[in-house]
């Protein structure tokens, strides 16, 4: 009986001795023929483990050594190839167009490249915003903090629905050479918390009064691959990817609060491990030194301009995945998304390689760039769409800041709410519509109405805030664009509250209640800092708004 020919199981194992081997571009011979020299017996008495010799390995060509390895071919004993295997292949490769044999369709193709889109797009968004919250790499803006002194302003571009209840104090972290340790002063029992976020922008760790209290500590953040030993009493945070933003929120009872909380600001700090001792040291007689405003001035004129979003709207598909690859370069991913890798193979999205969208020839380039729009328009109509609402018309408690592999909510909180906390943390109810279906609009004037058992249930304190229609605070001639449990609240003879959501005044005998709406649409979103379960469940649903 004549043996198949197994193509795949034969270069499976010539792709053993692979990592010594010096490929040598050269017309190999008859497959079947090579089968029989060198791998015949192999395959008939497989305990015996044989491997062929290195010139029947020359004879073969590269190309079909790396279409085993993209279809993710089973090595002897369960291995993988490794990625220095499919990195000597593919630098053979560089110059050189696929073959057409085996390739996909470009519709498959196309939905590929959707996919990936969504899947990349935080990490490019990240990367985006990176730039331009630290001026390109200045090393005056990395591993050191930008303190924020005050609530920000109708021109505030630097995230997508920023809060007006906490004082931001944000830096990127590089911790490819060694680990950042962050000081925390004594909060004196003031809310505060320090968001630790990825390059995917997934929230590893929130140290703050909810998790690690109020008083003074040290915490190491610890970046991927890096060994040693941390100080006595310093706390370890590990960040599986190289590049971090730690965004840091402390409570602010209105601009009346200022002068505290930048004392409070001043006591944060962040030291490599190399300088601990010395940082350690003199901490207790130098605070840190407070942004300067011509640098706060810069970072507004950058955000400005061109916010992070729609700088990756304006973006073709082949300049989004050649920035995405070259993040993969430095930017590992999580142990999740294999399955995914193995996909963004498929159109030449390969960890550690550079994209070459030229190789991919016309049909499929189109078809890659066809992908990335879809996707792109998924995202840009998500707010058309809205969110799942629960009966009141306000959205439903959404999975934040921890995504797993729901890549499409990843990208959209990016997308929308970039750096929204995890639900213990905080939870956002938004409302984007009357109840007659339509869109909130200046035009109308609106009312809440919280029964006294029913005001929003939490450990910390809860807002109201009003964005316009592209996720920024409104300009209004009162300078409010949030309300909430620490303000001077009026409140009805049964301990009930109305707040007022409107163009114009509703009165002066109202006018603490008001939260002022822009002439055109707007949203409204709730938050809710350290809720109680019946918050993070969705038992507790703030009231409808009523339309007046």
């Known amino acids: 009986m004549q043996r198949e020919f197994n193509l795949a199981k034969t270069l499976a194992c010539m792709a053993v001795l692979l990592s010594g081997l010096q490929l040598v571009p050269a017309q190999p011979p008859d497959g079947a023929a090579l089968y029989k020299q060198q791998c015949l017996k192999c395959h008939e008495n497989p305990s015996e483990k044989r491997a062929p010799s290195f010139a029947a390995m020359r004879l073969m060509p590269p190309e079909k050594i790396l279409r085993t390895m993209e279809s993710g071919v089973m090595l002897p004993q369960g291995l993988l190839l490794t990625p220095e295997q499919r990195r000597m292949v593919a630098e053979y490769l560089s110059d050189k167009p696929l073959p057409q044999e085996g390739m996909l369709s470009a519709p498959e193709v196309r939905k590929i490249a959707e996919q ?49 209840d906490t004082l931001y104090s944000g830096a990127w972290l590089d911790l490819a050479k060694e680990p950042i340790l962050l000081h925390v002063p004594d909060i004196q029992g003031r809310y505060y918390l320090m968001q630790l976020m990825d390059a995917w922008s997934e929230t590893i760790s929130s140290p703050g009064k909810r998790t690690t209290g109020t008083g003074e500590g040290w915490f190491a953040i610890v970046g991927p691959g890096w060994k040693g030993e941390l100080p006595a009493g310093v706390q370890r945070i590990l960040c599986p990817t190289s590049t971090a ?41 130098t605070s840190e030194p407070g942004t300067p405003l011509s640098t706060l001035r810069a970072l507004q004129s950058r955000m400005t301009a061109i916010p992070p979003p729609v700088q990756a709207e304006r973006m073709s598909a082949v300049e989004f995945f050649i920035l995405f690859a070259e993040l993969l370069k430095t930017t590992s991913s999580h142990s999740s998304d294999q399955a995914m890798l193995g996909e963004l193979a498929k159109i030449g999205i390969i960890p550690g390689q550079a994209f070459q969208p030229e190789r991919l020839g016309t049909e499929r380039l189109k078809a890659i760039e066809d992908g990335a729009q879809a996707a792109s328009g998924l995202l840009s109509n998500f707010e058309k769409q809205g969110p799942p609402l629960g009966k009141t018309g306000w959205s439903l408690p959404g999975k934040y800041g921890r995504y797993g592999t729901d890549y499409f909510a990843r990208a959209m909180t990016a997308r929308y709410a970039l750096a929204a906390l995890p639900a213990e943390d905080a939870v956002y109810l938004s409302c984007f519509h009357s109840p007659d279906g339509t869109p909130l609009n200046g035009g109308q004037r609106y009312s809440l109405h919280f029964a006294k058992s029913a005001l929003p249930p939490v450990k910390a304190f809860w807002s109201l805030t009003l964005y316009d229609e592209h996720g920024y605070f409104a300009s209004n001639a009162i300078k409010r664009f949030a309300i909430g449990d620490r303000d001077v609240l009026k409140f009805n003879p049964d301990g009930s509250l109305d707040l007022y959501v409107q163009h114009d005044s509703p009165g002066s005998e109202k006018e603490d209640n008001w939260l002022p709406a822009p002439e055109g649409n707007f949203n409204l979103f709730l938050r809710l800092y350290w809720p109680d379960d019946a918050v993070i469940s969705g038992r507790w649903m703030p009231p409808a708004l009523a339309a007046r």
């Open 116 to 164: 990936a889109y969504v899947f990349a797009y935080p990490l490019v968004l990240m990367e985006l915003t990176r730039r331009t919250m630290t001026l390109d790499g200045s090393p005056d803006l990395i591993n050191h903090f930008t303190h924020i002194p005050v609530f920000p302003n109708d021109r505030f571009r630097q995230v997508i629905r920023p809060n007006a």
């Open 245 to 285: 933003w730690l965004l840091g929120r402390t409570q602010t009872n209105g601009p009346s609060d200022y002068d505290f909380v930048h004392k409070i600001q001043g006591g944060y700090k962040l030291v490599p491990l190399s300088r601990y001792s010395t940082a350690r040291s003199a901490e207790s007689q």
